[in-house]
């Protein structure tokens, strides 16, 4: 990515004494939590100038690894319960001007409510990021003079195209870059997508526009961002438990629209997103565009005989449209990734790339592991991995796409109902198969709405419980049929993560391949 970290005198050197200042920050500031997200700011808030103190609740040998490394810097952290009482991650520093939160932790924490108390400010890292953008412009300034005389350095910050929903959020933004990409634009996926921002905004390469994933979380915590252009891809109930309400969630979600300049990309087929546009402060100009898998009126994009055209960014857009890309163009051509495809290439077309680099970028991309992804087919079946499908929004996209299916399903519901999503997939259901702490709640829901489809009950959580699912499910399984694993639930009850699930699907799943080889050798 060409984020090296700098060190303190380059900063200092680049930016001047009176940084902070200029850049809306103060001079002592905590930052909550020593992850990812959290690391970066540290750092570039010191480097920076400021007294910069991180807590966090944790105190084992991995966060006392990440505070020593902290404290070269000059950066105090606290950790895990503090001398005077309480923990270090529920204690507002004495002096704190700002707080600056990673982007899991919730609004109703005891350090936010004693900050709120305080009357200090409590932001995101997103946050940071955007006002930090022209001193990124800056100090590229300087280290291009420092190298090569005064010429060079960017002329302006990056702009940014950003792109929230409930699911698609990651492959839309990969979509997104790969479009830029291949409209020779200078860019980058950042984000909630696991690059830091801020890392990439101070960072030494240059970029033309940045593909940014924004989660609710992280448009929660930033009040002043306002973008080039946004897509809110999709609303359904989602981290509800963090939230408070469905309400709330979808009010974060649409803080992306605040300030848009040129295009609020919104979903037709969910009237919400569009809603969220009618009640967003935009500037003046900027246009609400829709994406339909349907044929598309004027200022959308949509789908005509397997062609995605354009009727927004065309001239006379009420008689005209420009074809853009085929539906195999996609990979997947699946429902809900041709929808992905659409949001994408309205947030390019927004930024004035031309047609043919959004059928070249749609060409080139290919998505991540664990998203609708093949894995293998055995005796006929055929084998889908779709751990990232951690809602029921997500699964029911997952469900759609496939007939007949073995579903394999649960972990942690995070607060989700399922009878929705099993009375619209009960007709493609042959059988499932349930595992993880919350499987109780998707089995009542067949039960009421599906009673009709076998379903496995696996009371296990060792390392072999995935294991023991596929083979479930291949034995429920018929030839043409698909073992789906779309669990709708996260992972963290079993798994460290999506990807270690899918991970462990597709070993089993190659585990039963070499069976079936054997067997038949």
């Not at 303190?8 to 930052?31: C, E, K, N, Q, W």
């Not at 970028?361 to 293998?376: E, K, M, N, S």
């Amino acid at each position: 990515m060409g984020s090296r970290q700098v060190s303190t005198t380059d900063l200092a050197d680049a930016l001047g004494p009176d940084a902070l200042g200029r850049f809306a920050l103060p001079g002592r500031i905590t930052v909550a939590g020593l992850g990812i997200s959290g690391i970066s700011a540290a750092r570039a808030l010191a480097r920076l100038g400021a007294a910069v103190t991180v807590v966090d609740n944790g105190d084992g040998d991995a966060h006392r690894a990440k505070a020593a490394d902290l404290a070269e810097l000059g950066i105090e952290v606290r950790l895990g319960r503090l001398e005077s009482g309480g923990h270090a991650g529920e204690t507002l520093p004495e002096g704190t001007e700002l707080v600056v939160t990673s982007p899991g932790w919730k609004p109703d924490s005891p350090l936010f409510l004693e900050a709120d108390k305080a009357g200090v400010d409590v932001v995101g890292d997103v946050e940071i990021a955007w006002r930090l953008r022209e001193a990124g412009v800056e100090l590229r300034a300087a280290r291009a003079a420092s190298e090569a005389g005064p010429a060079g350095g960017s002329a302006a910050a990056a702009e940014w195209l950003a792109i929230t929903g409930t699911n698609g959020k990651t492959t839309t933004t990969q979509m997104l870059a790969s479009i830029l990409k291949a409209a020779g634009l200078r860019t980058a996926a950042v984000g909630n997508i696991g690059t830091p921002i801020i890392d990439v905004v101070l960072g030494e390469q240059e970029y033309d526009v940045l593909a940014v994933e924004l989660s609710s979380y992280q448009l929660h915590w930033a009040p002043s961002l306002r973008v080039h252009s946004a897509a809110v891809l999709n609303l359904a109930p989602d981290h509800l438990d963090w939230h408070g309400s469905m309400e709330a969630y979808a009010a974060d979600k649409g803080r992306i629209y605040e300030g848009n300049a040129v295009a609020c990309v919104y979903n037709v087929a969910d009237k919400a997103t569009e809603d969220l546009v009618v009640e967003a402060d935009v500037e003046e100009g900027c246009r609400a565009i829709g994406f339909t898998l349907g044929a598309p009126g004027p200022s959308m994009l949509g789908v005509v005989d397997g062609i995605l055209v354009d009727r927004a960014f065309v001239e006379n857009r009420q008689k005209n449209a420009q074809e853009l890309a085929h539906v195999e163009d996609v990979n997947p051509p699946a429902p809900h990734n041709i929808a992905n495809a659409l949001a994408a290439a309205a947030l390019a077309r927004a930024f004035g790339v031309e047609p043919r680099a959004v059928r070249d970028g749609l060409r080139d991309f290919r998505p991540d592991a664990h998203r609708v992804a093949y894995v293998d087919e055995v005796d006929g079946v055929t084998y889908i991995d779709d751990s990232k499908a951690t809602n029921t929004h997500a699964t029911e996209a997952s469900l759609a796409s496939f007939e007949p299916v073995v579903w394999i399903a649960g972990g942690l519901a995070k607060g989700a109902t399922f009878d929705e999503l099993v009375q619209k997939a009960a007709k493609r259901l042959r059988a499932a198969v349930l595992m993880g702490a919350d499987r109780a709640l998707i089995a009542e829901a067949l039960a009421r709405h599906a009673p009709e489809v076998p379903v496995v009950d696996l009371d296990r959580t060792d390392t072999g419980a995935m294991l023991a699912a596929v083979r479930e499910a291949a034995r429920l399984a018929e030839r043409g049929d698909t073992v789906l694993l779309a669990p709708g639930c996260a992972s963290m009850d079993m798994f460290a993560n999506y990807n270690e699930r899918g991970d462990a699907f597709a070993d089993a799943v190659r585990e039963l391949a070499a069976e079936s080889a054997a067997n038949t050798a």
